[in-house]
C-alpha cells in the first residue's frame, strides 16, 4: 500500500478478533488510504483515537464515502464491513472508578459490542465510596459476567477490590488520571502489578488491548482440520491432516 502499510486479511480468522487501526501517529491521507484499501477488499474495521484532523476528515466527505460511524465520544471508528470473527454469547461488565475513567470504559464498551460481545456497565464506583462499588456488584453479578474490566487511575486500587468480591476474572485497566508525584497512570499501573489479588493488568490507558483480550474470551474457535481417513502411517492409524500455518492465507 504505497509503501507506508500492509493489509492484514487475516487476522480476526487467524486470531480470533479483528485488527484495530491505532489512528495515533498516521497522517490523514495514510488514515484514509488505509480505509479506502479496507473497503476495496470488502473489509470492515474499528479505528482506535483519531486526532482532531483525522475526525475532521472522516466527518466530512472521506467520512461519508466510506460508510463510517463514531462511537464511544468519537474515540472509536467503526468502518462498514464485516469484521470477522465469531463470538458466543456473553457478557464483560465494564467498571469504571471516576467520571474521568468513563472515556477509555466506553472505548472498551464500543470495541466489544461492535464485535457482539455483551457488554453490563457500572461507573463513578471507586474506593472513595465503597458502598458505591458493592451496589454495583450486586448489580452486575445478576448480568453473570466471565470477566470484569476495571478501570481506575490515581492510586489504581479498584481492580485489586473487586477480584476480592467476584467470581469471574478481573482485567486492570489503568488510566493516566491523577497529578504530581506518580501521576498520569504511573501510581495505578505499578499498584496494579502489586495486587494481592489475581488480576491481569494491560498498560496504562489500554482500553482496546483490554477489549480484545476480552472478546478473544468469546471467541469461537476455529474448526481444525479432520484425519484424511484414506492416509495412514505404517501402525494403520490415520495421518493428522496437514495444519495450515502462518504462512498461508
Known sequence: MGGYARLDRHRARRVGVPEVILAEGKTVDHLVGILRALVAEGLGALVSRPDA???RALHGAAGRALGVRFLAQDRVVRLRGPLGGSYR?????????GTSDVPLADESRAVLEELGVGTATAYDVGVAGLH?????????????????LAFAGREGALPTVLAGLVHAPVVGVPTSVGYGRGGR??????????????IAVVNIDGAVPAALFAAQWFARPRRRPTANPRRRGRSGAPVPGRRKGFSDP
Open 53 to 55: 484532523a483525522q475526525r
Open 89 to 97: 454469547p456473553g457478557t464483560v461488565a465494564i467498571v469504571a472508578a
Open 132 to 148: 458505591r462499588l458493592l451496589r454495583a456488584v450486586r448489580r452486575l453479578e445478576r448480568a453473570r459476567p466471565e470477566l470484569y
Open 185 to 198: 497512570g504511573e501510581a495505578a499501573l505499578g499498584a496494579m502489578l502489586q495486587s494481592c489479588a489475581p
